[in-house]
Each structure stands twice: as structure tokens, then as C-alpha cells.
């Protein structure tokens, strides 16, 4: 099992930037597939970006973050991270890092293992 706890949420303006962190222990980060998704009020938690076991994969986002987030992470370090650029009033949620076993998965019920959140709100 891995113990996955986020950091880094806040409020900021249209137009900022965030950096999350989701730091790990247990089972080494690298058996896993990792991921960032987001919930709204309301609104059905959401993939927002996703790689593979190996720390220099290929990464995989959701069309509504596509060239403004960078997902990284550094096994090693067992740290993973969302950089998130030019942020959105739809950027607004709570942001979950997850680990799962499933390579390209976008579902939510195909990771396994869950952090407690950290809010991002962003203000005009």
C-alpha cells in the first residue's frame, strides 16, 4: 500500500499559478501508475493529468488542462506534481493525487489509493 498526502493548494487570481505536491510512503512510487484528479461541488471527480510507472514517461492530460499543467514526479523522492499555469475561475476544486495499477487509466475507480485533497480556488 502507499500513503499519499497533497500539499501546495490556495486561492489565487485568474491567470496564476499553483504548484500541488503529493508525497508518498509505503510501497515504492514507482509500482505504481500515478494520476491528479478534481472535484467541484456538485460535479463528479475528474482526471486531470496522468503518467506511468517510469518518472520520465509520457504524461497524459485531460483536454481543459492541455498546455497550461505539467504533471512530474521524481520516484526517488517519491513526490509527485502538478504545476499548474494560467489558471482558470474552472480550475476551482478540491485536487487529489491517486495511484492505481492501471496504465492510461482515467477512471477514478481504477486507483487504488487516494490522498485527502487540497483546495484551489481561483478569483477573477
Known amino acids: 500500500q502507499v500513503q499519499l498526502v497533497e500539499r501546495g493548494g490556495g486561492l489565487v487570481q485568474t491567470g496564476g499559478s499553483l504548484r500541488l505536491s503529493c508525497a508518498a510512503s509505503?510501497?515504492?512510487?514507482?509500482?505504481?501508475?500515478v494520476g491528479w484528479f478534481r472535484q467541484s461541488p456538485g460535479k463528479e471527480r475528474e482526471f486531470v493529468a496522468g503518467m506511468g510507472r517510469s518518472d520520465d514517461g509520457v504524461a497524459d492530460y485531460a483536454d481543459s488542462v492541455k498546455g497550461r499543467f505539467t504533471i512530474s514526479k521524481d520516484s526517488a523522492k517519491r513526490t509527485l506534481w502538478l504545476q499548474m499555469n494560467s489558471l482558470k475561475l474552472e480550475d476551482t476544486a478540491v485536487y487529489y493525487c491517486?495511484?492505481?495499477?492501471?496504465?492510461?487509466?482515467?477512471?477514478?475507480?481504477?486507483?487504488?489509493?487516494w490522498g485527502q485533497g487540497t483546495q484551489v480556488t481561483v478569483s477573477s
Open positions: 491517486a495511484a492505481g495499477r492501471y496504465d492510461g487509466s482515467r477512471l477514478s475507480t481504477q486507483f487504488d489509493f
Open positions: 509505503g510501497a515504492p512510487f514507482n509500482w505504481y501508475v
